[in-house]
């Protein structure tokens, strides 16, 4: 009997400690300690491949556009707005200002023409929406949230897109001759002559080669104050790309992703990049499943998955911690959070409040 009830007692006894080690190796491995999270948080960039210009005049106004743009993201979480708001309107701005390859100032295609990308994503409840290759809308960043809230589909492209866009009062249609600026413009001029030159076998050492090719593309990414994560991302793409040519970001999980669960992602740079590594995609995912901070994700990335001069990437985590990074000359941006942080950077130039 008591040889039994010893039996019982060891069987039951390695039965409780069998699913002990059981619940411990479900526990996730945490290296970091539990932070507090930050109100509000949000980060904004202006294109990697730039640094400031020669002209003190042109670098100030880049920078006063990009604290414009922080100012009302900020002033959008400050009163308890969320995340998603307040990305799609400070790209909104940027897309309004012709200093951005964003919306108004996009660089033109090897025909000449705009055809511009964007996408948005909430964190909450991973909805997002994208619209590929638009020629017609003025605000890119409207349609793909209209994509996103009204439609059962992620990505919109080219007619469909600016078909869906008729039913909108808030999205404007404009000429695609819009998005032109005098400086688009004259580099596309000095192509023509360039490729006019050429063609005949001229010398075209006189005729600047001015390509526009700077890049501007404007993303944002926040946290509110609900603890929701959002992103957003546009460009007019790549300079003299092909016609028909989509970049990385209208696409969810290269050039923008979102999860509450870890972190907010824009990014800007070679696009097929970003597409071939599913950038914005693998910095959550190495926060999920390597439980790395936002910082290490970001520059892991960077340094060993991309190559240098492809781009740079914003992220900020589900705390509020923001990580801006670029391998490229330079990259314009901005962050603030509700810890007092506000600040404009590019190159060696930095914007206070
Ligand atoms: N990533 C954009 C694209 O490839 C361009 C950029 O960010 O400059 O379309």
Redesign the pocket.
């Given at each position: 009997m008591a040889s039994k009830l010893f039996a019982i007692c060891l069987i039951f006894g390695f039965v409780l400690h069998a699913s002990n080690l059981d619940a411990q190796d479900k526990k996730p491995v945490s290296t970091s300690t539990k932070q507090k999270r930050k109100t509000y948080a949000i980060a904004i960039h202006g294109?990697?491949?730039s640094s400031p210009g020669r002209s003190e005049k042109a670098n100030k106004a880049r920078m006063a556009s990009l604290k414009k743009a922080l100012e009302i993201g900020t002033k959008i979480l400050e009163n308890g707005g969320t995340s998603l708001h307040a990305v799609e309107e400070v790209v909104k701005f940027l897309e309004d200002d012709p200093q951005f390859?964003a919306g108004k100032g996009a660089v033109f295609n090897s025909q000449g023409k705009f055809e511009l990308?964007a996408s948005i994503m909430s964190g909450k409840d991973k909805s997002c929406g994208a619209v590929a290759g638009v020629k017609t809308i003025k605000n890119p960043i409207t349609l793909a949230r209209l994509v996103m809230t009204k439609t059962r589909h992620v990505l919109l492209a080219t007619d469909g897109a600016e078909q869906f866009a008729k039913n909108f009062s808030e999205v404007t249609i404009v000429e695609n001759s819009y998005f032109q600026t005098e400086r688009s413009k004259k580099a596309w001029e000095q192509l023509q002559q360039r490729r006019e030159l050429s063609k005949r076998k001229l010398k075209l050492s006189h005729i600047p080669q001015h390509t526009g090719s700077y890049?501007?593309?404007v993303g944002c990414v926040a946290l509110d104050s609900s603890g929701n994560l959002a992103a957003a991302t546009s460009?007019g793409?790549?300079s003299r790309k092909k016609f028909g040519r989509v970049?990385?970001?209208p696409i969810v999980g290269a050039?923008t992703y979102a999860d509450n669960a870890t972190c907010a992602v824009s990014?800007?740079?070679?696009?097929?990049q970003?597409i071939r590594n599913v950038v914005a995609y693998d910095v959550s995912a190495r926060m999920k499943y390597k439980n790395v901070s936002v910082q290490q994700a970001v520059d892991t990335i960077l340094s060993d998955v991309l190559n240098k001069g492809d781009?740079g990437i914003i992220a900020v985590d589900k705390n509020g911690n923001i990580h801006m990074n670029f391998s490229t000359r330079g990259m314009a941006r901005a962050a603030a959070d509700s810890d007092g942080r506000f600040e404009v950077i590019w190159g060696k130039m930095k914007l206070g409040k």
């Open positions: 294109g990697a491949g390859n990308d890049r501007g593309t460009t793409g790549l970049g990385d970001s050039g990014c800007t740079g070679t696009g097929e970003y781009g």
